[in-house]
DNA sequence: CCAGACGTTGTT
DNA sequence: GTCTGG
DNA sequence: CCAGACGTTGTT
DNA sequence: GTCTGG
């Protein structure tokens, strides 16, 4: 699963990461993106530009845009046959760079705030999928979605799913519009749990306001009991 | 034929 | 408890 | 994903 | 838009 995720990485690395032809000039680190916040996107559209749109995909068809905010996730086993996503997986597929995420741990009645990320902090990018919806008053809106697969070892601690995250070698097969759906359901893997690693941190990053270094720093273990001499 | 749904997560 | 908003 | 609202009236 | 249910 993923419902928060974290890009502090450089333009430049971005940049290079991706092999993009240009990238916004100032970005801010995000500490904490929340579901409804504009994500930073490289789409088969503009597989060369990172552009930003809406996470949580509104179908085309929908009423209410309401009902992305609970599309910020799309199995990645049903997004073949589910009429909200099916025409994204055949034509519209985007890379979504992070460089970590979050998930809420249970323990007992607690749900502790985790972060997880790549060994060497390495730049990474989801698996996504994105729409258009045309708004009443005539404005569109892009908007994404990001794809969850099992979880591998690693991450089944935390969570009976993950997001699907894509190695270096598999972008252009994602981006690639006249790829095989058989092609790039295959892409569609937990990733490698050597390569993955992850710490608790504080509940700050529980609300989306908090968008700080903050929500990344490891939590300090509580004090130990001073021995008695 | 038209009307209505179309999704994820998790929990029970 | 359930929905909406970030 | 979590946090925060969830309602009416009227008044400023 | 497209499928399912009536």
């Given at each position: 699963m993923c419902g928060r995720f974290v890009l502090t990485a450089t333009t430049e690395a971005i940049q290079q990461t991706f092999d993009l032809d240009s990238v916004p000039t100032s970005m801010l680190p995000r500490y904490n993106i929340a579901p409804t916040q504009p994500v930073g996107v490289i789409t088969n559209?503009?597989?060369?530009q990172l552009t930003f749109q809406r996470w949580g995909l509104i179908p085309?068809?929908?009423?209410?845009?309401?009902i992305g905010n609970t599309l910020i996730n799309a199995r990645s086993e049903t997004v073949e046959e589910k009429p909200a996503f099916r025409s994204a997986f055949k034509r519209r597929r985007c890379l979504i760079p992070a460089d970590g995420f979050y998930e809420w741990k249970k323990d007992g009645k607690e749900k502790k705030p985790v972060f997880v990320h790549l060994k060497d902090n390495e730049l990474f990018a989801f698996a996504g999928l994105w729409e258009v919806w045309h708004s009443p008053d005539g404005s569109e809106v892009q908007t994404c979605t990001i794809l969850t697969t099992d979880p591998n070892p690693l991450m089944s601690q935390l969570h009976h799913r993950m997001a699907v995250i894509l190695p270096k070698e598999d972008y252009s097969v994602w981006l690639d519009?006249?790829?095989p759906p058989d092609v790039l359901k295959a892409l569609l893997q937990p990733y490698d749990e050597n390569r993955m690693a992850f710490y608790e941190v504080s509940?700050?990053?529980?609300?989306?306001?908090?968008?700080?270094?903050e929500c990344i720093v490891p939590l300090t273990a509580p004090p130990t009991q001073t021995p008695m001499l």
């Amino acid at each position: 699963m993923c419902g928060r995720f974290v890009l502090t990485a450089t333009t430049e690395a971005i940049q290079q990461t991706f092999d993009l032809d240009s990238v916004p000039t100032s970005m801010l680190p995000r500490y904490n993106i929340a579901p409804t916040q504009p994500v930073g996107v490289i789409t088969n559209d503009h597989p060369r530009q990172l552009t930003f749109q809406r996470w949580g995909l509104i179908p085309s068809w929908a009423k209410d845009p309401a009902i992305g905010n609970t599309l910020i996730n799309a199995r990645s086993e049903t997004v073949e046959e589910k009429p909200a996503f099916r025409s994204a997986f055949k034509r519209r597929r985007c890379l979504i760079p992070a460089d970590g995420f979050y998930e809420w741990k249970k323990d007992g009645k607690e749900k502790k705030p985790v972060f997880v990320h790549l060994k060497d902090n390495e730049l990474f990018a989801f698996a996504g999928l994105w729409e258009v919806w045309h708004s009443p008053d005539g404005s569109e809106v892009q908007t994404c979605t990001i794809l969850t697969t099992d979880p591998n070892p690693l991450m089944s601690q935390l969570h009976h799913r993950m997001a699907v995250i894509l190695p270096k070698e598999d972008y252009s097969v994602w981006l690639d519009k006249d790829a095989p759906p058989d092609v790039l359901k295959a892409l569609l893997q937990p990733y490698d749990e050597n390569r993955m690693a992850f710490y608790e941190v504080s509940k700050v990053v529980n609300s989306p306001y908090n968008d700080s270094a903050e929500c990344i720093v490891p939590l300090t273990a509580p004090p130990t009991q001073t021995p008695m001499l």
